[in-house]
């Protein structure tokens, strides 16, 4: 078992990680942090609130209530590709976005 984890980079991938880590190893009092430079700015990837999000904020015991209402959220369920064909009736396309639930009920 590590003493100590340091993340190299912030962002949404270093700050989910390092949350995992901290609710993995909580017991063991591990030592988590996040090294992000002061100078590279948001980057804007598109990140969304797909059901895979609300999995992640299960295993690190976040609550739906605690910071959707705060950043005026919702789960993002599905993609809209406008203008996807040239075939007349068929110019959009949704992509669905399942959840583990959804597997089992198909």
């Given at each position: 078992m590590p003493?100590?984890?340091?993340i190299?980079?912030?962002g949404t991938a270093g700050w989910m990680a390092a949350?995992?880590?901290?609710?993995?190893?909580s017991a063991e009092q591990v030592?988590?942090?996040?090294?992000?430079?002061?100078?590279?700015?948001i980057i804007g990837v598109g990140e969304g609130s797909t059901p895979?999000?609300?999995?992640?904020?299960?295993?690190i015991d976040v609550q739906d209530a605690e910071w959707m209402p705060r950043c005026n959220a919702t789960y993002k369920l599905s993609i809209?590709?406008?203008?996807?064909s040239p075939v007349s009736g068929i110019e959009d396309y949704s992509h669905p976005f399942l959840s583990q639930p959804d597997h089992f009920t198909e």
């Open positions: 003493k100590r984890i340091v190299l980079g912030g949350n995992l880590f901290v609710k993995h190893w030592a988590v942090s996040v090294v992000e430079s002061p100078d590279i700015g895979f999000l609300e999995r992640f904020f299960k295993l809209r590709f406008a203008g996807w």
